[in-house]
């Protein structure tokens, strides 16, 4: 093998860059956030990061067994195919494992929640990711699609039975009661409000595991704007049409209370609210479920930061993650319709008529 | 004139330079013993060889003629005798065999030619675009549009590549009057010339004349490409299909402003050219006058071999070459590098799915879609392929393919689809009656008469 030479198309050289790089790249962009989880709920938060990895990883590897006829032949290729499985693994599931554990609430308890995450991992894995073709051919976010999963299918027993309840998504939000209903509803007392220094460090914030600590997920930002994974101004232009959206809409109950309509002292407090800017960093930019053309991508943050804006606004609950798989089911009719037109296509259309 | 700064434009990939390897080794002349010489050295048809085995070539002598406008005449490279004519991979090589004497049967040098001058002497040298393409330099010239500017590329976008930068800083009054002499033949006075940012030497070079204005690149592969090149130091953008002189320009390379110079004042036919041999696997890394048709085994054993085992041995440069199978091909008119990449350097993973992380589009200078190329292609659906990612106005610079995640075959992609595309296009209508049987077989007869009985057309029933 050694002495043969390799003849293809060109070009003969390719950048170092892999599928499996930029997927560390992002577990390294998360970890400030799961480190900032960890110091602030202890951990119990730990542990539920690492069983929803483990669930993910698990997963795949069954999957993949599976598929290869791992246990064919008394299972006589399994060493094979384990090898075969080590080879190929591109870190995408680790990532879908720390999303997902991310956009959870922790609890005392972790124990008592510890099948919902496993259920949620392999929803997402199994269901939304390697049914569809694994990497690269989901249809939406498989991070995103087991927290709605989950949401739809533990939250009511939970919340019903204990009001403490980890897996609780409903006071998940409103545990930020003090700062996003007061946000939302203009209610309760002004006084207990989070202050923006608060918001951004996560400092005596309930919230989800990742979600709390902002500065932690700015850093993880940085990291993957420096390291061109994600296109620096994505994130921004979200935030930016998601802030001024969701001021506005908050204007028409502040008129009522005799605030102004146009008020940009709030502009910080509804960014720093709930999982938005996690979603925009970490969630909206995910490859497989984003427009590949540039104006596909503007189209699809403008829309998807009004829709977060608007139904948070009427919804009063963390709509982020839903409006996420909402967007990635149009992303196919997005990269349709926004087709970039070659080099010098416009100059060629005007000699021609 | 003082250098400025070129525009930007939309796309590009930043490869590893790797120009140091061979930036500082000045251009030395490799002698050779043998040489092949294709008789296939332009963008058109092959010349018509007219010389036979056994007779005796001088150096510079005509050995084919140009069948047709976009071919090129063919000299021999060295003086000796013609061994054999015989077809290597499907094309006819001239072997020569030196008889290591310097006789040389030039034409006679031009003093103060005008216009029509240059151009015939152009026609007769066999001079082709340096650059790659290999398209007849005397075709560019004699266009019959209205153009005002000439620009020389001197970008040198590709890797590796640094043959025409030290030809540059060698060469630079004789490029400088090359260029004179092209824009002469086409009646221009504004002469540009592009260089990319990481050759200051050879910007300064050209500050010192008056006509010339260079314009300094930015490091943006393909920066040397023709659409982009004339993007960026004139601002013009040029259409899909259309030719350079439709906005006005027409663009040279900075090796073919050598060529016609020595066509001209040395009355040299294109016999040699400057040529990069570099990467990792070459124990020499050089810049060589090499004769066309050199084997590039003598070229390799001239920069003392191999240092590692090469993984992958390309002539041309490392983004738009091609990869060869072993030592024993010869250069062309053409070919502007020879490269050894190790197994470290060469690109020769297997592919992984892809992630539709968009990358290539946002690479590409043509501000195209591969992904949706590959994709479409792969199912077999060229016609999807072309709508959603315009196969057809790629120029395969590659930069898609270098800066892919997944390291898929995305020029392969391209290059199939553009290929399915010409054939559809080519294929004649096929007139099928209702029997499923093609025209043809219905001998001639028109389609009214050869359909069966009771589906011919029913004029006389509608008009009654």
Sequence with gaps: ?353 | MKAVKGKYYFGGIHPRGMKELSANAALDVLSVDEVAISTHQSAGKPAITVVKAGQSVKCGELIAQADGDISSNVFASISGTVKEIKDVDGEEHIFITSDKSDATKFLPPLTDPDADEIRQRIKDCGIVGLGGAGFPTAVKVSTDKPVDTLIVNGAECEPYLTCDYRLMIEKTEEIAKGARYIAKALGVKKIIIGIESNKPDAVRAFEAFEDIQPVILRKQYPAGGEKQIIYTTTGRRLGIKKLPADVGVIVQNVGTCFAVYEAIENGKPLIERALTVSGKAVKEPKNLWVKVGTPVRDIVEYCGGESLTPKKVVTGGPMTGNAVASYDVYTRKTTSGVLLLSEKEAAAEQPTPCINCGKCADVCPMHLMPMNTAFYSAAGDFESAEKYGNATSCIECGACEYVCPAKRPLIQAIRKTKAELKKNDNKPVEVHDVAGKTLEEIDGKPVEEAAPENLKPEKEENNG
């Design chain 1, 1 to 353: 093998m050694d002495n043969t030479i390799v003849v293809s198309t060109p070009p003969h050289v390719k950048s170092r860059r892999t599928t499996r790089g930029i997927m560390i790249d992002v577990c390294i962009a998360l970890l400030p956030s799961v480190i900032a989880g960890c110091v602030f709920f202890g951990w119990q938060a730990l542990m539920i990061i690492l069983m929803s990895v483990f669930a993910c990883v698990a997963t795949e590897f069954v999957y993949f067994f599976i598929q290869n006829k791992g246990f064919s032949k008394k299972c006589a290729d399994a060493k094979a195919v384990c090898l075969r499985f080590v080879k190929q693994f591109d870190f995408t599931s680790v990532v879908t494992g720390l999303l997902l554990a991310l956009i959870l609430p922790t609890t005392d308890k972790w124990y008592e929640v510890f099948y919902e995450v496993l259920i949620g991992g392999i929803f997402s894995i199994a269901v939304v990711k390697m049914f569809f073709g694994g990497t690269g051919k989901n249809i939406v976010n498989p991070a995103a699609a087991g927290r709605a999963f989950m949401f739809i299918s533990f939250s009511i027993t939970t919340y019903t039975a204990a009001k403490i309840s980890a897996l609780d998504f409903t006071s998940g939000v409103f545990s930020d009661a003090t700062n996003l209903s007061w946000l939302l509803n203009s209610t309760g007392n002004p006084e207990t409000k989070a202050t923006v220094l608060d918001l951004f460090l996560g400092t005596g914030i309930a919230g989800c595991i990742g979600e709390t600590c902002k500065a932690a997920i700015l850093a993880g930002y940085v990291y993957l704007a420096v390291r061109g994974v994600i296109k620096w101004w994505q994130p921004l232009l979200f935030i930016a049409v998601f802030g001024f959206t969701a001021v506005f809409m908050s204007g028409f109950t502040y008129v009522k209370s005799g605030g102004y309509i146009f008020d940009m002292e709030l502009f910080l407090p509804h960014v720093l609210s709930g999982g938005v800017l996690f979603g925009a960093i970490f969630m909206f930019t995910d490859y497989t479920t984003s427009p590949k053309g540039i104006y596909g991508q503007i189209f699809y943050y403008v829309i998807g930061a009004v829709l977060v804006a608007v139904l948070r606004y009427f919804t009063k609950l963390e709509v982020t993650s839903f409006v996420i798989l909402l967007m990635n089911l149009v992303v196919p009719l997005i990269d349709k319709y926004f087709i970039r037109k070659p080099f010098g296509y416009k100059k060629a259309k005007k000699e021609g008529k």
